[in-house]
């Protein structure tokens, strides 16, 4: 089976502008969650989508939006950036999502710079 | 307000010998641990799981002990490899609102020396 695959690898982007990235998880898992690595905050958890739906979201302001579509591939979008977005963005998906106890599988992730 | 913690940024090792990398929990809620393993340039993968109703878990050269009193789990991997250098994350997470949302501490960084 494919693993995740996340586009692009890297983003160079200018404070203000917006940028999407894009997941895809492994083929028949149904949920993708988005989480932000910086160095000094670690992995931090954005939001999970299941079955197109936002089912769980975490800390994050509301210029952090994704969706989900119907072949589970899911997009995240930042708008307004600030220089404090730069981080690495990784998405994982599994079976049943973070309502369960299911193996996350992570992809390499999004290497976003705003300047 | 970390809630999960690992104080050792970096942890230095010889091949063959014993690697303990630490975590401490904060939120007595937590009931289910995950260590995961960081190659540069990849994203984690999950290396081993305890529940709080076991004090240890056994994969391969890989094992997670947890003692719930003192809110800590550590990751032993005997015998260390060099293919074992990596970044390690520890993740918590509670049934908390029906979800498993994990939370990670920061990292411990390993490296084995051949």
């Known amino acids: 089976k494919a693993g995740v695959t996340q586009t692009p690898r890297y983003l160079i982007k200018t404070r203000g502008q917006q940028v999407t990235l894009s997941c895809s998880p492994i083929?028949?898992?149904?949920?993708v969650s988005w989480y932000q690595q910086t160095p000094g905050q670690g992995l931090q958890f954005l939001f999970e989508?299941?079955?197109?739906?936002?089912?769980n979201k975490g800390n994050f302001p509301g210029r952090f939006s994704g969706r989900q579509f119907s072949n589970s591939r899911s997009e995240m979008n930042v708008s307004t950036l600030e220089l404090g977005d730069s981080a690495l963005y990784l998405c994982?998906?599994?079976?049943?999502?973070?309502?369960?106890?299911?193996?996350?599988?992570f992809g390499p992730g999004t290497r976003l710079t705003v300047l | 307000d970390q809630q999960v913690k690992q104080n050792s940024p970096s942890l230095s090792v010889q091949e063959g010998r014993i690697s303990i990398l630490n975590c401490d929990y904060t939120?007595?809620?937590?009931?289910?641990f995950l260590w995961y393993k960081k190659y540069p340039a990849e994203g984690p993968t999950f290396l081993i799981s305890?529940?709080?109703?076991?004090d240890k878990n056994e994969d391969g050269r890989f094992t997670v002990f947890l003692n719930k009193s003192a809110k800590h789990l550590s990751l032993h991997i005997v015998p260390s490899q060099p293919g074992d250098s990596a970044v390690y994350f520890c993740?918590?997470?509670?049934?908390?609102?029906?979800?498993?949302?994990?939370?990670f501490g920061r990292g411990t960084s390993l490296i084995v020396h051949p």
């Open positions: 994982a998906s599994s079976p049943g999502g973070i309502s369960s106890t299911d193996t996350q599988y």
């Open positions: 939120n007595s809620m937590f009931d289910y």
């Open positions: 989508y299941f079955s197109e739906t936002q089912r």
């Open positions: 993740a918590a997470s509670g049934a908390s609102g029906g979800s498993y949302i994990p939370t």
């Open positions: 083929s028949g898992h149904r949920s």
């Open positions: 305890i529940s709080s109703i076991k």
